[in-house]
């Protein structure tokens, strides 16, 4: 069976199960059209960070990764699939095998990168449809986009997923990219059948993009709050309690 959780495809199979996510980066590196002027080994660790938040949040390992590179392997391949390395080898993550293709016909002026991921669990360890009545929902992070993911170091890292994915105490993860905290949310009643009895102020731009996974919404019992505060040296938000 293949089902739709969230952005993740989930594949079952017996007691196992294959998650598929994916993550799309343009107009962002070194190239003459780009519009955010960075390095593109920062764009590939971005684009893997985003593919990997999303298998990471619901409780599967990743296990291969395709990178669709939409310009010429030398330089600007190199330099991704470094930065994809790097980011994976920086967190500890080994054992992954590791495919892609790259545009050579024709020159590009503009950076495009697509990444696909595929994790792997026992079906008894997704962290999926595991919220219930009285759990509180919170936020690891802040929402940050474009230029301010350079300057700001309250966004979340690839590390501070790896750590989502190893605490118990968080039953189910939900990354928030370009929709914002709202969309997630929503997403959240959704797939639970749960309200949320909202506790943030308005301080908070719940509709501002997340960018590249920048912040994370977790759901957890109550007793368990500070572990999971403490979890990451990053803002954490209480957002509500469901109901």
Not at 14 to 23: F, K, N, P, Q
Not at 51 to 63: D, K, N, T, V
Not at 73 to 98: A, F, Q, S, V
Request: glycine letters at 8%; aromatic letters at 6%.
């Amino acid at each position: 069976m293949i089902e739709k959780y969230r952005d993740v495809l989930i594949i079952h199979e017996c007691d196992v199960a294959y998650a598929v996510s994916c993550d799309s980066t343009g107009a962002i590196g070194e190239k003459e059209n780009d519009v955010l002027k960075v390095d593109a080994e920062v764009v590939g660790r971005a684009a893997i960070k985003v593919a990997l938040s999303e298998i990471l949040c619901i409780g599967a390992w990743p296990i291969a990764i395709s990178d669709t590179l939409s310009n010429e392997m030398n330089p600007t391949g190199i330099k991704i699939i470094d930065g994809i390395k790097k980011e994976l080898t920086e967190n500890e993550i080994y054992d992954i095998r590791l495919t892609g293709s790259t545009e050579e016909n024709f020159p590009s002026t503009m950076t495009g990168v697509g990444v696909t991921a595929i994790g792997k669990a026992e079906k008894e360890d997704l962290k999926v449809r595991k919220a219930k009545v009285g759990m509180e929902v919170g936020l690891l992070g802040y929402p940050r986009v474009g230029q301010e993911v350079l300057c700001f170091d309250d966004i979340l890292l690839l590390k501070d997923y790896v750590k989502i994915f190893r605490c118990n105490e968080i039953v189910e993860a939900i990354p928030v990219g370009s929709k914002g905290i709202k969309y997630e949310l929503n997403v959240l009643k959704f797939t639970s059948g749960l309200n949320l009895l909202r506790e943030y102020d308005d301080g908070i731009d719940d509709e501002k993009s997340g960018g590249p996974s920048t912040c994370c919404i977790v759901v957890y019992k109550k007793d368990d709050r500070q572990i999971v505060q403490n979890l990451v040296d990053k803002p954490f938000i209480r957002l509500g309690r469901l109901s």
